[in-house]
C-alpha cells in the first residue's frame, strides 16, 4: 500500500500488524546480546542433534488418515510456543525428559542466544489415546512479526492451531495478526491460556477478551502452565478431538507441497513437505512443478524433531524428502512436486514475501566476494523472504542491495551469516523502498514504465523528472494500558500516522489502528513507544548524528586544511566536528625575535590554508567508511 509522499492520502489494505504494549515486555523487545551460558546450551544441542540415530526404523503405514493431526503453535512473542512444544515432545515420548530441555525445537544458534524462534520448526509426535495410536505433526512457528512469513506458510501444511496467549499480557498485536491468518485459512483454533502459574495471571480475563475479540466462547480455551506441565496433556486431547483429519487420497498421483526447505552443506536442499496426495519413497522419480526439473528421491522421512528416515511418505503427512537439489533457483519454496510422468495440477503456493526494509551489503574485504556470494544464496535458501540485487559502491566495492522484512530479520540474517558461514559484512543504514511517477519521457523510455520502484537511494530519480513519489504504508495495531492512550496517540501523529480504529479489549486496555508512513516506524518506533511509559524522551538524530561524526573525525587522515565534518537533518546542522589542520612550522629557520617578520610568515600561512580550503579534495578513505558503517550495525 502506497501514498503520496507528503500528503495524507492514505489507500490499500493491511500489510504488517505492529504492536507495543507500552508498559510491558513484548513485541518489538530489543534485541538480547548473546551470553556465555547461551553458548553452552548451544553446543549441548548441538550433540543431541548430531547424534541422531538416522536408521529407518519408523513405519509410517500404519497411521491411517484418520490418526493424523496436523497442526501448528502460533501466538504473540515469548508466550510460550516453544515451552509448550517441549512438554509436547516430553509427554509424547519424542525426548526424554530433563530439566535441560528448553526451547528444543529453537535449533538454530541464532534462536538460542537470543531466546526467541525465527524459522518456523516441524516435529512428528507419536500418541497414544485411548488405545489408539496417533501421528501428530506439529509446527512451531515464530512470534515476531517480521517472521510471519513462517507463520503463513506453516499454516498451509495444517488443519488446526494452538492459539496459545500468556495469561498475564492478554491479547496482543501478533495474537490478533496470527489469529486472522488461522482464521483466513479456515483453521480450527484452540485457545491456550498459558503461564497460569505466574503470580499476576488472570486467565478469566484473557478468557474473556478471546471472547470480546475473536468471538470464541470461553469455555473453549485451555489454561495451562507449560513450564510446569500443567494440564498440558489437555491440549493433546483437544488436538485429536478438536482438529479434523487432513482430506487427502493416498490412492491419486503424488502431490506434495514444498512449505519450506533448509540448506544442508553436504546433503543439498531439504525440502520441507506435505502430501496432499499419494505416496513417495526413496527411489522414486519426482518433477518439480516450477522446473519442470526430474529428480531422484534419494531420502524421505520426519522430524522426531531430528530427522528420522522412514521408508516411505503418504498423504496426509508432513516430513523431509531430499532429491539432489543443489541452488536456490531449484528449491522453490510453494512448489508442487509429482512423480515422472503423472503430473498433477499444482497447488496454488504462496505469494511471495514483500520485503520491506532495503540495506546494501558489502564484504569487508573484497577478495572474499564469492565466498560471500555463495554463503548469501546458501542462506536464502533457509529463508527465502530475502530479496537479493547485485549493487556496488565507490566507497565498499562490489556486494548487494538486500531486501528483509523488518529490522529484526536483517539483524538475524546477518548473525546467521557470520555464525553459520564465518562471513564478516557490513551492513549499511536500512531504507524502505519509495515508488516515483516519472514525468520524463527520457526516463519513461530508459525503464520501460512509468512509475518506477526505488529501493537504492543513490538511485532517487531528480525531482525534476517525477510527477509525485510515494511511500509505503502500513496499518498497525497498538494494544496499550488505558493510562498511556493519549501518550501514545501523540507519539502516533507526530509520525504522520492517521487513525483506523480504536476499542476497548477489556477494562483497561486499548486496541488502536492506525496507518503509519513505514519510514516513519521501521527504525526506532518500538524504541520511542517504551519510552512513552518509561518517562523519558530522546532525540535520537542528535546523538546519533553526533556519534557519527565522531567517529569520521577519528577515522579521517589530517589534511593541510581543516575539515568540518556536519551531520544534518534536511538544512538543519545537528552536529559537529572539526578535523585539525597539520601545522608546518613555518617559522623554524626563523631564528632571532623579528616578530613583524614571524606574524607575516604566520599571515601568509593561514591565507594559503584558507585558498587550499576552497579547492582542497579530501579523499575519503575506504577503512573509515568501514568503521563508520560497522560500529552503526554493532550498535
Ligand atoms: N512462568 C511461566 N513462564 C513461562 C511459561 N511458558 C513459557 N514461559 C517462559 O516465557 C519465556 C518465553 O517462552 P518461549 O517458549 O520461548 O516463547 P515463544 O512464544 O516460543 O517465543 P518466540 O518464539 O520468540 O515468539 C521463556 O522465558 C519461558 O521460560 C509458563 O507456563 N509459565
Redesign the pocket.
Known sequence: MWTPVGRGRWHGRALTVWAAAAAHRGLLEPRPTPTREAAAKSRTLDRLYSSADRKEKIDLSRFSVENIRNFSII????????????RLLELTGTIDKTKNN??VL?KLQVERER???VKAQTASLFYNCEGKQYLLNLI?????VDFSYEVSRSLSACQGVLL?VDANEGIQAQTVANFFLAFEAQLSIIPVI?????KNADPERVEKQIEKVFDIPSDECIK?????G?NVERVLQAVIERIPPPKVHRKNPLKALVFDSTFDQYRGVIANVALFDGVVSKGDKIVSAHTKKTYEVNEVGVLNPNEQPTHKLYAGQVGYLIAGMKDVTEAQIGDTLYLHKQPVEPLPGFKSAKPMVFAGMYPIDQSEYNNLKSAVEKLTINDSSVTVHRDSSLALGAGWRLGFLGLLHMEVFNQRLEQEYNASVILTTPTVPYKAVLSSTKLIKEYREKEITIINPAQFPDKSKVTEYLEPVVLGTIITPDEYTGKVMMLCQARRAVQKNMMYIDQNRVMLKYLFPLNEIVVDFYDSLKSLSSGYARDKAHSVGKAICERLKDSLPRQLFEIAIQAAVGSKIIARETVKAYRKNVLAKCYGGDITRKMKLLKRQAEGKKKLRKIGNIEVPKDAFIKVLKTQCDK
Open positions: 501466538a504473540h512473542v515469548d508466550h510460550g510456543k516453544s515451552t509448550l512444544a517441549d528448553k526451547q529453537d531466546g526467541i524462534t512451531d512457528t515464530p512470534g515476531h496459545v498459558n503461564k497460569v502459574d505466574l495451562i502452565s507449560a513450564k510446569l500443567t
